[in-house]
C-alpha cells in the first residue's frame, strides 16, 4: 500500500501517540541526534501504536532498527541510501522511499527501484537550512511524467491552502511537519489535514 495522501512527521513516540489515533493512515517517525539504544525502543513503540490503529509507519534513516522492529517503510535520504543495504531491507519485507532535490539525485533514487520518491522543498520551509531553492509545483509536474506510477511525496512547505495546487501538479502525497508542529493546537491542525485528505480520497 502506498503512503496516504497525507502524512505527518514526527520526532519521537510521544508525537505518534498524539496525532494517529486522529485517523492518521500513515506517519513518518524522524528521529534525530538520538543514542543508538534509544532508537530501537522508539521506533518499537511507535509501530505499536500505528499498527493498533491501521497506520503505515514510515521510519527514516535508521534501516537497521526499523528491520529489527518490523516497520512498513524506510525513507532514506540521499547519503542514508549510500550507506543503507537496500537488499537486505527489500528482502526483510520492507518498502523504501528516497529524497530527491535535483535530476541527478531522481537518477540515483531510481536505480535502487524506490517505492516512492520524495520531492523537496516545493516552498520554502523554515524548518531547516537547505541548499536547494523551493521545487516549485512545475518541478512536481516533471517529477511525476518521469516516474510514472510510482507514488510522488512533496514535502516542504505545504499548508491545506496549497495542497490541493501540489497535488494537481502530480504529486500523490503531501508530507508535512512544520505547518502542524508550529500550530497552536497541533491535534486541531492535523484534523484540518484528515479533512482535507478525506476529500482527496473521495475525488
Known sequence: MQPDVFYPIVPDAAWAARVIPLGVRTLQLRIKDA??????????????????HGCQLIVNDYWREAIAAGADYVHLGQEDLVAADVVAIKAAGIRIGISTHSIEELDTALAAAPDYVALGPIYETKLKAMK????????????????????????????????????????????VITDFMTAQHPEKRIETWLAWAARQRLA
Open 35 to 52: 543514542a543508538s539504544a534509544d532508537v530501537l525502543p522508539q521506533i518499537e513503540a511507535a509501530l505499536a501504536i500505528a499498527h493498533r
Open 132 to 175: 536547494w531553492q523551493p521545487q516549485g509545483l512545475d518541478r512536481i509536474g516533471a517529477w511525476k511524467q518521469r516516474i510514472g506510477a510510482l507514488p510522488l511525496v512533496a514535502i516542504g512547505g505545504i499548508t491545506p491552502e496549497r495542497a490541493d495546487g501540489v497535488v494537481g501538479a502530480g504529486a500523490d502525497s503531501v508530507a
